[in-house]
């Protein structure tokens, strides 16, 4: 059940604290219960506290002045028949030892159930900020993805989330130690109110002092977020790329690279943990000093004088000894939490929506192409001073099979990308049957169109699951797609068969393997749009002859853009489209181009002297 609003949802935003973190805090909204039951539990466990020292100084007062006026609450029954005013002065005193001890068991089953509860909102929150982490991260343009660090992104959301979960529970801690503080100070306010006073005086001297400290801690806290960043990136650069830096023997680079961004962890772990270890012992020190001043004022002045009864005192110190510690406590809690403001802010950052580019979706549903993909005079740059594409216009009509000739880097894949909205355009349009792209709901164009790239991505599951992937289908599609991408053979050749891991924890793939699976991973989503990047590169001669035979099959009815190096791939190709440095420089039919003896006739020259030379 999800409520919009807190009752405390008020009072919370107008504080400094929920400014800094509300990208975290208000995920707490969508669990209300909990949050509510952990308050709720610790005011019950502070209130006991409470009445446990209520009892403790009506308990010492009988003691201290037996014959005395018994205590009262001034609630008639409880004074009569819990407290017992009529009954003797010993019966009084064990009726008091009683509530005393009921007290503080209900006081500890109140701070159980606290504490189970504040677990409870603190893994709620930590699932539903993974989650909205996803959702940020599904949701940015690729264009992010281009700028931004994977390693960093990747600490981000498991390093980072681990130290935010201990600053929740710092802040909880907090939190609860708070009532338990305010409770104490009514109690001392009621006792001796000048004391207290003098007490809050002193603690607030404290806390200023130690705050330049927490200061300190917090900036150090950064350092450790960004070395543990460049740290995580490195790790994983150096893994996803051992093969290269074993085939470049540049293992001694990547040692220093590693031990480097380590040493940094360290050394600005260690400065961060010396500025903490500094608050407890200096805590502690000040806050002994606070009490010593407090007792040798309460009984040079007070007690001398008369104006405080003994019993009085001796609660005053008892709650001021309890009190000492607890705000000690809360002191090196905020030092700590401090010490995680680098893994709050780094969170945030993620979460961040003013600051990313993002693809504005449509609503119109697309229900398949009817007449022509256009681009009409797109330009389009990854940043702003260079150009990719410049004035492209093109038309690629539905059912036919366009090919994309030019030579490497001419821009051919980023042209293709802005067909699936990885990116917009930066001048110019991109229309499906006359209407712009951005009108449509994304995920409807996607889902009619099947990418076989260069760099197919196998996940670490079977083969079944990578070939389905996402979809949910039936044994027989998934074995036609196979055999369609003439991956069949090989993968019945596989020690489980469709059953086989692939990826990280399974058989690694030969290249030619890999887009076999990734283009019976496209038949199976019997595209309308087919766009294939060099889909046939790495496949050797007669498998190449082969899967071109199924994608000519696959081709007929669907509306075909495809990439690729050798020309005789796309003799067939209804349309042929070359581009130099982002323009199109030719396009027609293969055999018309090639006998107006243009680019792609030099093309066809080059790559028939180079196969006559091998
Ligand atoms: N993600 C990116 N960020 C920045 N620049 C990029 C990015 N991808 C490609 N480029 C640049 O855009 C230009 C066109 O690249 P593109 O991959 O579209 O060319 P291509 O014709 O498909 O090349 P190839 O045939 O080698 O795949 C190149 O100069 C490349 O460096």
Known sequence: MRYKFLPFMGLLKSTHFWQENY????????????VILAIVFALLAAAFEGFGIGFLLAFLQSLVEPSGTPFQTGVYWFDVWVLGIDT??????????ALILTATWI???????????????????????KKQIFEQLRSVSLKYFNSTNSGELINSITGEIKSLKQAFSLVAFNITKSLTLAVYALILFRISWVLTVIAILLFTLLAVGLSTLSKRVREAS???????????????????????????????????????????????TIASVMGLALVRPLAEGAATTVLVLMIIVAITIFVANGTLEVASLLTFLFVLFRLVPAIHEINCNSARLNSFRGAIENINQVLRTDDKPYLLNGTKQFSGLQKAIEFVSVDFGYDRDHLVLNNVTLTIKQGQTTALVGASGAGKSTLVDLIPRFYDPT?????????????????????????????TFIFNTSVRNNIAYGL?????????????????????????GFDTQLGDRGVRLSGGQRQRIAIARALLRNPDILILDEATSALDSVSEHLIQESLEK??????????????????????????????????????ELLEQRGKLWKYHQMQHELARAS
């Open 23 to 34: 990208l975290i805090l208000r995920e707490l909204q969508y669990f209300p219960t909990s």
């Open 88 to 97: 003797s002065e010993l019966s009084r005193l064990y009726r008091i030892s």
């Open 107 to 129: 006081r500890a089953v109140f701070n159980y159930l606290t504490q189970v509860y504040i677990e409870v909102v603190q893994s709620k929150l930590m699932a539903c900020l």
């Open 222 to 268: 950064f350092a450790v977020s960004k070395a543990n960043g460049a740290f995580t990136a490195i790790a994983v650069e150096l893994i996803n790329g051992i093969r290269t830096v074993q085939a470049f023997a540049t293992q001694d680079f990547e040692r220093k690279r590693f031990y480097q961004a380590s040493d940094r962890v360290e050394k600005a």
């Open 427 to 455: 001048q110019g349009n991109v229309f499906i049957d006359g209407v712009d792209l951005c009108k449509f709901d994304i995920n409807s164009v996607r889902r009619k169109m099947a990418v076989v790239s260069q760099d």
């Open 472 to 496: 949910d289908t039936d044994e027989a599609a998934i074995w036609e797609a196979a055999k369609l991408a003439n991956a069949l053979e090989f993968i019945q050749q596989m020690p489980e």
């Open 554 to 591: 696959l081709a007929v009815g669907r509306t075909v853009i495809a990439i690729a190096h050798r020309l005789s791939t796309i003799i067939r190709a209804d349309k042929v489209v070359v581009i130099e440095q982002g323009r199109i420089v030719e396009q027609g039919g293969y055999q």
